[in-house]
């Protein structure tokens, strides 16, 4: 093997690893029941839906970064080599994910072992519904 085959290779292990990770990739980083200990139901609850909304925030971004690298990868390797410069501008968030849903694991073995009652997670906040007007008949 030449030395212009195996820098070839080199660079292109480079460029691969630094593509952002896919989302559906990414594992939960361990983070303590008990920083959770002291919360009530009622705050549990809250903080899972406040994750709930964060990890799908941050899990999108992922998405977009890693969809980004994959289209400059590609454009760099068959068509024009100065857009793979373009993949160091994502940020890759796979740390940041990682914990996030390492807190939402935490919080819903909390809430399990506090034995709340947790409803079903849901992707929009409860529509509240006003009762129908008080008919007044003369």
Known sequence: MNRST???????????????????????????PSTYRAWNC?????????????????????RENANA????LTVGLIIFWPALIGMAATTD?????????????????ALREQNCVVPPPSLAPPVETAAPPAVSNP
């Open 6 to 32: 195996l820098s070839l290779m080199l660079a292109g292990g480079v460029l691969l690893s630094a593509c952002a990770t896919r989302p559906e990739n990414i594992t939960a980083r361990y983070v303590s």
């Open 69 to 72: 690298d994959a289209a400059l």
């Open 42 to 62: 009622a705050q549990l609850q809250e903080e899972r839906i406040r994750l709930d909304g964060e990890v799908a925030r941050v899990a999108n971004l992922q």
């Open 93 to 109: 968030r796979r740390e940041e994910l990682g914990r996030l849903r390492g807190e939402h694991d935490a919080v819903q073995t």
